[in-house]
């Protein structure tokens, strides 16, 4: 799911970090952004601004930056350094259920993940492994490790957790749906998709339902092109619950998420079902947990 989103904002946010750092560097009297707030802020509401107004050229995108808004804001988001979570994920047709605690670099879109319990559908079991993104390439300690497959999942909590805020990506292109209704509740609908040849998986969608009252995301329709060489319109449709929001750090984020297949425009069968906790947008983020240790096993992407 997430390798689209991921892969093409990675540059991008790379050569951001890069820059700012070459300019700490070599200009003369330049503080960091932690002892000199007033640059950090000012070159926040910068960043800010372009995107609201990428986001204001479609209906859809306005709709996206109103859902952003309800979550806590763009400011916000930009202000976060990291997200950092407790993340259980299970699915009853691949017979997978694993947790993981999760820390990800929101400029840079490197992640590493502490896997705590692994196992099938209802019974996982404790565990003690690690698997990362590097911003390069994946790899899953230990090297006899199956699953999950840590190019697919070093990010994909993350995007479920993180929508509406990483749809304000570049990249990215947003499509306003004629409304429509979920359990008896009318909605208004944009869909968002990606520019052609971006990341591994551009083929994915993410059709939100935003409430049109508290512009909250109550759920959202995705695909997943990851591993498929599958058309868009080929792909079938699962239907994501977010639930049980809290407010961490100034973002309102889901803890709960419920997933059902999706035919005809109706929803199906239970499909999958997560959890998050422990949420934090704060805490410090150590890269040398992005090296691979010795008896890792390097994952690469579908050919």
Known sequence: MYSALFTFVLQPMRTFHAFSCALLIVGAGCSSPDTDPE???????????????????SSGGRLVLDAIEAHGGLAAWYRAPTSSYRWTYANKGANLQFTSF???????????????????????????????????????????LQQPNPHFWALTGFYFEQIPFVLADPGLTYTRLPDDTLDGVPYDMVKVGFTPGVGDSPGDTYTLYVHPETRRVDAIRYTVSYGRGAQPGDLPQTLFYYEDYITVDGLTVPTHFRGYTFQNG??????????????????PFDPSKLEAPAGARFVEPPA
């Open 266 to 283: 109706a929803r199906g069968a239970p499909k999958n079902e997560a959890w998050a906790d422990s949420i934090s947008f704060r805490r």
């Open 102 to 144: 999760m820390m990800v670099n929101n400029q840079t879109r490197t992640a590493y993940h502490e896997l705590t319990a692994l196992g099938p559908y209802g019974n996982p079991q404790p565990i003690d492994a690690r698997f990362a993104w590097n911003g390069t390439r994946a790899w899953i300690y230990a090297d006899t």
């Open 39 to 57: 640059k950090a802020h000012s070159g926040e509401q910068q960043r800010v601004e372009r995107t609201t107004q990428r986001l204001e050229q």
